[in-house]
């Protein structure tokens, strides 16, 4: 539908275009050939009309347009009627198919139009003789030049468009993954762990060991309910589903009691009165906080954690600490995919972000996230 309006307008346009130039041309050769003490003749007008007419399908017949406008452009000079309006269509073709074909093609069109408008000079009622040529060839190179630089800024306008919209599809796929590390990496961390605890005591005490794989299913169900929720925000054309709310610091309760029962204990210290943040600020709060006791529980070895939670007028701030291995952990925790994309989620929407060994041994990983004020 917006194609075809946008088709009808550039049409419109053509044709009031042409409808200048006929104007301009019946009103204004009479004028000029005044000026220049030349007269006009029985052909004059009929080959002004014809040039400017053509100028109504310049778009979608470029070439064909400068073909008919050439031949009436060079007919009426040949014939020896006066320099006016009527080069003004012969300018527009020119322009257009410069604008409009490939510049090879336009190149090789207006060259052959040139060479057939140069005949006036040397043939016809009055030829100018070489005195002419620069004029004439200035109807062809100027619009010529024209026409090749909104080409060629129209073609970077579009490859410039296409770059944007290839980075910003980058960034949503950049999005997504990171996304999915989080929801999958920490789901099966938990998963994992759970699993190892029901193998040791499947054979010595099945009752603990049901309660370790009913955690598994649950941490199962959770982890896909959220997965679902974070691809079906990226599938806009089907409606969000609602079954699981989206992830944020109210999540923390459920993310304590999965994490306690693959065997991390987590407690949770709130400072400030807790309240609703904006989507983008608590969805990278509990990333940060779900990404770093993932990272407790796989590297960290036998531990506690503790999750700070400080909200304040400005800003909210999230520290999860923990007691395990700390420096001595393996380089993947200090500098894998799971601390960058903490920091990338942290920095992109304008807060800051620390993670390293801590003072008082273990790790430490700190975030904090601008908010607007509550007044």
Known sequence: ??????????????????????????????????????????????????????????????????????????????????????????????????????????????????????????????????????????????????????????ENAARSRADEARRLADAERLRVAREVHDVVGHGLAAIHLQAEIALHLLARKPEQAEAALTAISRTSKEALDELRVTLTVVRRDEAADERAPAPGLAQ???????????????????????????VAADLAAYRVVQEALTNV????GPATATVRLRYAPTEVAVEVTDTGRGAAAPVGRAGGYGLAGMRERVTALGGSFTAGPASAGGFRVSATLRVEEVT
Do not use: K
Not at 18 to 24: F, R
Not at 261 to 271: F, I, M
Not at 297 to 300: F, N, V
């Open 1 to 154: 539908m917006d194609r075809e309006r946008g088709d009808r307008g550039r049409r419109l346009l053509d044709g009031l275009i042409a409808l200048a130039l006929l104007v301009i041309g019946l009103a204004g050769t009479a004028p000029a050939g005044l000026n220049q003490g030349v007269g006009t003749g029985r052909a004059t007008y009929p080959l002004v009309v014809v040039a400017a007419l053509a100028v109504a399908v310049r778009r979608h017949w470029p070439l064909a347009t400068l073909a008919v406008v050439t031949a009436a452009s060079t007919a009426y000079l040949v014939l020896g009627y006066p320099y006016g309006p009527i080069l003004l269509s012969f300018f527009v073709a020119v322009y257009t198919t410069a604008a409009h074909r490939p510049v090879r093609v336009a190149a090789v069109a207006n060259g052959v139009a040139l060479l057939v408008l140069l005949t006036h000079v040397f043939l016809g009622v009055r030829p100018p003789g070489l005195v002419g040529l620069m004029p004439a060839a200035a109807w062809v190179v100027v619009p010529f030049a024209v026409g090749v630089t909104v080409r060629l800024g129209r």
């Open 252 to 278: 923390l309760p459920q993310l304590r009691e999965r994490l306690a029962g693959a065997g991390l204990p987590v407690t949770v210290e709130v400072e400030g009165a807790p309240r609703p943040l904006p």
């Open 297 to 300: 529980l796989r590297h960290a």
